[in-house]
């Protein structure tokens, strides 16, 4: 099992940014890949970034492509979620992930993100 702890959330003004951190512990050696979701209330979960943990692929959800940057330094174990251009709409929790293998996925415990207008 991973261990997840995100940080950097908080409240922001449309238009602003925010850097989200996630670092990871545990069964580390086993991960694949790392992302975020997030999920605002009501609604379901959504897919907003992940990297491969070996090598440089990155993936993005439609909503936030062009603003949000995901990296990961693999040494400290953490992965980094660059928010820039902040709307109302992305207001929710973000939760970070670690993929394993046969379908394993590990979640952190969540940090609330809020954009005000």
């Known amino acids: 099992q991973v261990q997840l702890v995100e940080s950097g959330g908080g409240l922001v003004q449309a238009g602003g940014s925010l850097r989200l951190s996630c670092a990871a512990s545990?069964?580390?050696?086993?991960?694949?890949?790392m992302g975020w979701f997030r999920q605002a209330p009501g609604k379901a979960r959504e897919f907003v970034a992940a990297?491969?943990?070996?090598?440089?692929?990155?993936f993005y959800g439609d909503s936030v492509k062009g603003r949000f940057t995901i990296s990961k330094d693999n040494a400290k174990k953490t992965v980094y979620l660059q928010m820039n251009s902040l709307k109302p709409e992305d207001t929710a929790v973000y939760y970070c992930?670690?993929?394993?293998?046969?379908?394993?996925?590990?979640w952190g415990q969540g940090t609330q993100v809020t954009v005000s207008s």
């Open positions: 992930n670690a993929d394993g293998p046969s379908g394993m996925r590990d």
């Open positions: 545990g069964r580390t050696s086993s991960m694949y890949a």
């Open positions: 990297a491969a943990w070996s090598g440089s692929s990155t």
